[in-house]
């Protein structure tokens, strides 16, 4: 049973900053791309930012510049570092991944629970 567990979600000041982390655990073989998405009320999930296994990294133009995506490979640990927060950064953070729970078993997805995170003055 595989879990994407997250954490680092709150409540910020605008131009502030939160690290959210992400822990895939469980029975793991490997784990391809990690990535992040949002949801606000009201709208569809986005996508944030995504990692590859390589480090090749995509961002939404709309984090570029102010979010950084990272991963710890040996820990299956995704994290999104985000600076200089807006009003509009508040949603529910979701992590995500594709995994392999063994060397025979098909890449999975999965989906963390969610983090809220709410910028506010």
């Known amino acids: 049973q595989v879990q994407l567990v997250e954490s680092g979600g709150g409540l910020v000041q605008p131009g502030g900053s939160l690290r959210l982390s992400c822990a895939a655990s469980?029975?793991?073989?490997?784990?391809?791309?990690m990535g992040w998405y949002r949801q606000s009320l009201g709208k569809e999930r986005e996508l944030v930012a995504f990692i590859d296994t390589y480090g090749n990294i995509n961002y939404a133009n709309s984090v570029k510049g102010r979010f950084t995506i990272s991963r710890d490979n040996a820990k299956n640990t995704v994290y999104l570092q985000m600076n200089s927060l807006r009003f509009e950064d508040t949603a529910v953070y979701y992590c995500?991944?594709?995994?392999?729970?063994?060397?025979?078993?098909?890449?999975?997805?999965?989906w963390g629970q969610g983090t809220q995170v709410t910028v506010s003055s």
């Open positions: 469980g029975t793991i073989f490997s784990v391809n791309i």
């Open positions: 995500n991944a594709d995994i392999k729970a063994d060397s025979r078993a098909f890449l999975t997805n999965y």
